[in-house]
């Protein structure tokens, strides 16, 4: 009967009574946490000179004339980056008129319906993770040989807007289709067994659920997307534009183009002005995250 | 010290009042030679049994005996297992389950599951009683619906307050009924239950178990359960599998034993369900 029992005394030879005093964080502990907090501070710190280098070079920029003048090469006083603002916030919108809508039914398609056990499935997907990684300026020559040319579409905003939109594709599919997975098997199962239909199931359930995963990898991708300078200049972006896009038809150039343009200059005040335009950029840029973050929130709060 | 009724591997069953067995006369399914393989395995193998109306059939086993498998046949959620296989027969009211023109979403609208875990939908408590008849095309008042409903499982008078929020913020035995709710909403004529109480206390337990006895006037049950305790004290019949290892170290899930409740705890007919039921093995 006494087997039963577990035994409370502890064993023979142990202290009677346990210490509870430790002998210090262990030195491979704390070896450990600074390591953290070094690499942390290598992307923060980079980040903040940067940020700081560019606003202070900035400075006497950064006023009204950046977004209400146009180009000027004769007199950088009166220069202004309006037509590349404008060419970015077009391409940038065209992009992701093309791009969202492709990627996230691709995302659709190869999670929920794709049968994984085909092999050209299997492939597609595989093909997907590769073009993630091709580097930009080949999208650009791309965008060049077959839409700009084969296509007949010019040296447009619309061809710029769909070889962004091949480029940053693999991006919202994949974080697309992440955030496709995440949704619990378990939601898909209830609501198949209430007799919903597939396409049911996808559009009131994991979709839902979906999108501020997907609202964020959108985000990121046009975020790529916005930065991008070496597709555009194979693609014609002019570096000297002064009128704004009137349609996908227009002739363009973007801000990468125009701060590229700018800080080759040999004039110190154009120098001033591609830091400035480098904070527009950088301010577009936070907009569209907080968009992201506001569009996660407000969907994330319904439930 | 404790008593030696405590002690594992003793459980006995204790005094158990049965319900008495219905007749099998109309029947709603009728399993002939039911095998269920995932891509080359064999997980169940030639399963045989009639499911009687407005009755409640306990699934009982071990852990890999395929019972949950084999539930989830009778409403064809292992379609959705894309290499999950079906051979044998399964007729629903005469008609083959598995027929060509047999549309999987009709099925479900008429056999309805209800999980292991609670799963209610991120939405508020009204949206997830009313998803299933918007998803068929409800056309009444949703809102006398929901109420119906909600008082069918004896869920109202404590969800009336708060039909907008979430059901999330139901506590885990409520939610449950809140998914045995929806799954009534859309009017099955069978409930399927694959382990429903598992992740629930025993009085949360005790309420789904009232809650299944008295949809079992209007509702076929069926129930997989790895408690024998629910089993006898809910259902009018039981089956017992178990599962076969093959010289390949393979498991197969076979039914050993399917009769009346009573008859499976006070006197069952296998060497093997006897083990099972005291407790000598599983």
Redesign the interface.
Known sequence: MTSDVIPRAPAAGAPETRRLKGRGTPLRERFFHLSLLASLAVGVIFLVALLAYVVVEGWPRLDSRIWSNFPDIINPANAGAQSAIMGTIWIIGFTALYCLPTGILTAIYLEEYADPLRWYNRAIEINIQNLAAVPSIVYGILGLGIISRGLGFGQTVMTAALTLSLLVLPIVIISSREAIRAVPRSIRDASLALGATQWQTVRRQVLPAAVPGMATGAILALSRAIGEAAPLLLLGGLTFITFNPTGAQSAFTVLPIQIFNWISQSRAEFTALASAAIVVLLVILLAMNSLAIWLRNRYARRW | ??SPSD?PGGTKTPQVAFRDARTLADPVFEVGGLSVFYGDHEAVRDVNMTIGRQQITAMIGPSGCGKSTVIRCF?R?ND?I??ARVAGKISYHDEDLYGREVDP??V??RI??V?Q?P?????SIYDNIA??PR??GFKGNLDDLVEETLTHAALWDEVKDKLKT?A?SLSGGQQQRL?IA??IA?EPEVILMDEPCSALDPIATAKIEDLMERLSREFTIIVVTHNMQQAARVSHRTAFFTADVDDKGERHGRLVEYDETIRIFEHPADQRTEDYISGRFG
């Open positions: 010290m404790t002690a409403n959620m959705l894309p290499t979403i009709e479900r609208r309805g599951m999980f875990k799963n209610p939908f991120p939405k998803y299933g998803v068929s979430s999330l998914c929806r799954t859309v």
